[in-house]
């Protein structure tokens, strides 16, 4: 939170803010369209790279698919093209967060404070972090190497 609100405009938040209304029901689209620029703010300067950087530090905090929209949206070329190696809801998702991203661009309705974001954030969180820490009911599969403690 700290990070974002170094942010020296409301783009970012006006950007989540159209996602909730067009795509209540995708929170981790809102998400990407609110942290899209975290890579410039984590190195500023860093040209090209900023939508890698800010896919590399979400992936572990937000999951994979933040982190996919993320880059993908912020790597030139088409939707469909941009770095990213989801399926065709991706490219619908990252054409749809760029097009909100323009959007945003123009003075639009109040987008609301950045604090109105903290539940979605812990909560697509801790998500991410029990998906990563799921365990397989039916086991690891046959001849898979498994450590034990």
Known sequence: MELLRGSPDD???????????????DKELQLAGLLQDVGRMLRPGDGARHAVLAAQALRSLLGDRVARLVRA??????????GGTGGPDDA???ATLRRAREAAGASGP????????????????????????????????????????
Not at 73 to 82: D, E, K, S, V
Not at 110 to 129: F, I, K, N, Q, T
């Open 11 to 25: 783009r970012a938040l006006r950007t989540a803010a159209l996602l909730r209304r067009s795509h209540p029901a």
């Open 73 to 82: 949206a912020g790597a030139t070329g088409t939707a469909g093209t941009a």
């Open 92 to 94: 619908e998702a990252v």
């Open 110 to 149: 109040d987008a609301g404070m950045l604090e109105d974001w903290r539940p979605l954030l812990e909560l697509v969180a801790a998500g991410s972090c029990r998906a990563a820490n799921a365990i397989d009911p039916l086991g690891p599969p046959r001849g898979s190497i498994t450590r034990t403690g």
